[in-house]
């Protein structure tokens, strides 16, 4: 394994006894104390409270402390700004300013405290807004922003300072949009458009922009929060209270650190249940963007192979540029969904048809399409008479379907389109315009536009043009809410692809947290007697912690003489495995402490020998020697536990052996998780294959490999605030119906 981390979110493991002992502690969710049933084995949050945020993005009065309109003072342009965004939601506006009468006209109160009426909303506009935090607590003011920079962006004083805002929220009631926060909340936002909207969450204000001027596309925004520094509110908050919404199409997201890795998966959650995608840029790919990241925000970036499974477990999808995030975001907004006649649960054809007028730009796009993963079936012969009726026998139409110049004159270029989205096996269709070509090119837009306005399918245009003032694209795509209109090739399969997988992973979505377990299981308390905090198990302990979970080791017996050493391996069976065992051990091969293929007793007590003797050179304390079951045929894989300091425990599986560290080939989950998930960890790995079986190799187990992976989650949920890393390398799956084998296991308690 890569090691463990330490970090804020994982608790103290008296949590986890006290479980065990059938006490329970009190976590608190959004500022209420978590009921027991609410609760995990480890003690953490299974479900969050939905903020109730209505009335800060509709309130019915604002409060804007530090209001000006003194000539020459940013609060001026600021105060001026909110005072027309309340005049279009229908909001009162109430300066409060210590030494003014008035601000723009409006009677200015000196303190929150002499406002004349509660206020939903107040808008800080002071350089400290913790005093005000305290005044606003005995008016009962429901949410407040602060603007103000200074705080964990800029390092430890700064933290600290944040800590004492953040402890000063909790105590008031109220909830806080910030500090390190700007006025995009506050933006004017087009009435003039329908269709579903994109709710936008972004930790920078400014990489919210490109996502903001869809509007001018035609794409409709519905809220904008900009999370800053998150000493309250969070991006977990608003997708949570987005995913709500009925106008809510789809949540974009730019992240540059999480908060807390729980209340993250819970939100996501909540977004999965209801079918609405959530869309996001996170920084911290690289180690120059996790640096870069957590100076701008104060935040724990997290390891970025974590923070990515964790997001692929909840249905969140994850792109890197901006402009993808508009064009995807836009595309899942606008995609409706299909009713399933069969269960009640959404479904879409994953059939993906290109229709161009030229051979060579569908062709083109095919390849790409296709390369990327999406599935673009050959239409039926039947489907392609029927096209054929309105398109000449000569041009291919299997898919991509060549029309060789759209119908202008006539009904015949509806009926192709429609021909082609009435084929069940179809899903999406596609048409790449790579130039504009009036008036083809112009009654190719409006046939698209008039069929997507009459199918529950996706119709999607790349409109090629770089002018990109054309009416066919400003007027005719544009101003349709169901067509979705992209400017390149990749951006448009990016996006279909989500489309198409997100759509999947709804139909079998099942929210881990219903099933994760909320009381200890019996291996638990056999467990606890084997723990030693703040040591490494020897070998023989932690197979003695695989054991109680279930989990098949080899047999063995430890030793502490050449006598007793020959004697095991009688009982044992020969041939074995002979090795040193011992609480500091962690690479036995590389200090030759494990000889294989012992076939005779005397090959056992020079073994023993041996291993002591090369210990006793090494100054390595044993407990003893072990002697092994030799276990051959199969394919070595490792298991694990280890800890994220954002998600706390974590669950990986790769290809196993002596080359784990060079291969690196692995997968990780984050707890809780079921059965299809973790199959879809081994479809993750590059040498999946290993398990099919190679070069006349009979197939692996897969089936006690996953169930080996669901024990060790269990053991991570109930012993992971206690366990700081296990490792279970190789474990070697064997071939199918025979089971699978731990054959070394490394295991370091907290």
């Excluded at 001027?213 to 925004?221: D, F, P, V």
């Excluded at 904008?224 to 009925?246: C, H, K, M, R, V």
């Excluded at 959530?278 to 790919?285: T, W």
């Amino acid at each position: 394994m890569l090691g463990s981390t330490h970090g804020t979110l994982t608790t103290d493991s008296r949590r986890a006894r006290a479980i065990a002992c059938g006490e329970h502690p009190s976590p608190v969710v959004h500022g209420r104390p978590a009921a027991t049933e609410d609760l995990d084995v480890s003690g953490r949050p299974l479900y969050a409270d939905v903020p109730d945020l209505d009335r800060f993005f509709r309130p019915g009065s604002v409060a804007v402390v530090g209001a000006s309109d003194a000539e020459g003072r940013p609060n001026t342009g600021i105060t001026r700004q909110l005072l027309t965004w309340a005049e279009r939601v229908g909001a009162r506006l109430h300066p409060v300013h210590p030494t003014r009468q008035s601000v723009f006209g409006i009677p200015c109160s000196p303190s929150v405290a002499d406002l004349p009426e509660q206020v939903d909303l107040a808008v800080l506009l002071v350089s400290d807004p913790l005093p005000v935090i305290e005044q606003l607590a005995e008016t009962k003011v429901k949410f407040a922003v602060a603007f103000a920079s200074g705080f964990a962006e800029t390092g430890a004083e700064g933290a600290a300072a944040q800590e004492q805002l953040a402890a000063a929220v909790a105590r008031s009631g109220l909830r806080l949009l910030g500090p390190n926060t700007n006025l995009n909340a506050f933006e004017r936002f087009r009435d003039d458009l329908d269709g579903p909207a994109i709710a936008l969450i972004t930790q920078s204000g400014h990489q919210g922009r490109p996502v903001f001027a869809l509007q001018e596309l035609g794409i409709r925004l519905s809220h904008w929060a900009p999370t800053g520094n998150e000493a309250d509110l969070e991006t977990a908050d608003f997708i949570s209270y987005f995913a709500e919404q009925p106008e809510v199409g789809a949540i974009a997201a730019y992240v540059e650190g999480l908060k807390d890795g729980r209340s993250f998966l819970l939100a996501a959650d909540r977004a999965a249940r209801r079918g609405v995608p959530v869309v996001a840029v996170k920084v911290g790919r690289t180690e120059t963007g996790a640096r870069t990241a957590a100076s701008h925000t104060g935040k724990l970036t997290g390891a970025d192979a974590v923070v990515d499974a964790a997001m692929r477990q909840f249905g969140v999808i994850r792109v890197d540029g901006l402009d993808e995030l508009q064009d995807t975001a836009a595309l899942l907004a606008r995609a409706r969904r299909r009713p399933d006649t069969e269960g009640g649960r959404a479904r879409t054809a994953d059939g993906v048809v290109v229709y161009s007028i030229s051979g060579g730009t569908g062709a083109h796009f095919a390849d790409l399409a296709a390369e990327a993963g999406l599935h673009l079936p050959v239409l039926s012969e039947a489907k392609q008479a029927e096209l054929h009726q309105w398109i000449p026998e000569y041009l291919n139409v299997a898919n991509p379907v060549d029309n060789g110049g759209h119908p202008v004159g006539d009904w015949r270029g509806r009926k192709i389109i429609d021909a082609i989205l009435d084929d069940p096996d179809v899903g999406v269709l596609i048409c790449p315009i790579t130039g504009p070509f009036p008036p083809m090119s112009d009654k190719l837009a409006q046939d698209l536009v008039d069929a997507a306005e009459q199918t529950d399918k996706l119709v999607c245009v790349v409109w090629g043009s770089p002018v990109g003032t054309e009416p066919a694209y400003r007027e005719t795509l544009l101003g349709s809410s169901r067509v979705a209109t992209f400017r390149t090739f990749a951006n448009c399969i990016t996006a279909v692809r989500a489309h198409l997988d997100h759509q999947r992973f709804t139909t079998a979505y099942h929210s881990p947290f219903d099933e994760a377990p909320r009381s200890p299981s019996p291996s638990y308390r056999k467990a606890q007697a084997l723990m030693r905090p703040g040591q490494q198990l020897s070998e023989h302990a932690a197979k003695q912690l695989l054991r109680a979970y279930g989990i098949r080791v080899p047999r063995e017996q430890l030793v502490t003489s050449a006598a007793a050493a020959v004697r095991a391996a009688s009982l044992v069976g020969y041939p074995v495995v002979m090795k040193a065992s011992g609480a500091r051990i962690a690479h036995k091969t590389e200090l030759g402490l494990v000889k294989i293929g012992l076939t005779s007793a005397s090959q056992v007590r020079d073994a023993y020998r041996e291993l002591t003797d090369i210990a006793r050179y090494e100054g390595i304390s044993l407990d003893g020697v072990l002697v092994c079951q030799m276990v051959e045929r199969g394919v070595e894989m490792v298991v694990g536990v280890t800890h994220d300091r954002l998600f706390g425990p974590t669950v990986t599986v790769g290809l196993g052996g002596v080359l784990v560290e060079v291969l690196r080939d692995s997968a990780v989950r984050v707890p809780p998780f079921g059965e299809d998930q973790a199959r879809a960890m081994l479809t993750e790995l590059r040498g999946r294959a290993l398990l099919n079986g190679v070069r006349g190799a009979p197939p692996a187990d897969v089936d006690a490999l996953v169930e080996v992976v669901l024990r060790v989650q269990r053991m991570a949920l109930e012993l992971g605030d206690d366990l700081a890393e296990l490792d279970i390398n190789p474990l070697m799956v064997l071939p199918r119906g025979q089971g699978a084998v731990a054959l070394d296991a490394l295991a370091v308690c907290r």
